[in-house]
């Protein structure tokens, strides 16, 4: 299932419920990576595996205690824009902007909500 740029993406759970009884459901889920050349080979490995294999949805997990979670939002950015359902993982610990950790939650899921994520 594909998106496009723009768009909002579809719920997962609607999918699902269009496609039971239709085969065998796939999603793919990544981590960030540590290196900017880690970024790269993910983007191109994100996108062959969307080509050749039609996720359902695609994952981006967040980095434990938000070690990674500029990063994570940026590949799931990227993934809606690049035509994958995204779904991201949103731990909420160590989180803080200005040391007020309910903004900085507030603000992630504007910040998804804002780039067309509509599965967290």
């Not at 967040?62 to 809606?80: F, K, V």
Request: glycine fraction near 10%; hydrophobic fraction near 35%; charged fraction near 20%.
């Amino acid at each position: 299932m594909t998106t496009t740029n723009g768009t909002p993406d579809p719920k997962i759970i609607d999918l699902i419920n269009e496609k039971k009884g239709n085969g065998i459901l796939t999603s793919l889920e990544y981590f960030p990576p540590r290196t900017e050349t880690g970024v790269k080979n993910l983007n191109s490995r994100m996108d062959r595996m969307r080509d050749n294999l039609n996720p359902l949805f695609t994952d981006m997990t967040w980095g434990a205690g938000g070690s990674t979670a500029d990063l994570s939002m940026e590949l799931a950015l990227r993934a809606h824009s690049t035509g994958h359902v995204a779904n991201l993982h949103l731990t909420c610990t160590n989180m803080s902007k200005n040391g007020d950790p309910i903004a900085a939650v507030h603000e992630a899921l504007k910040t998804a909500l804002d780039g067309g994520i509509r599965n967290i």
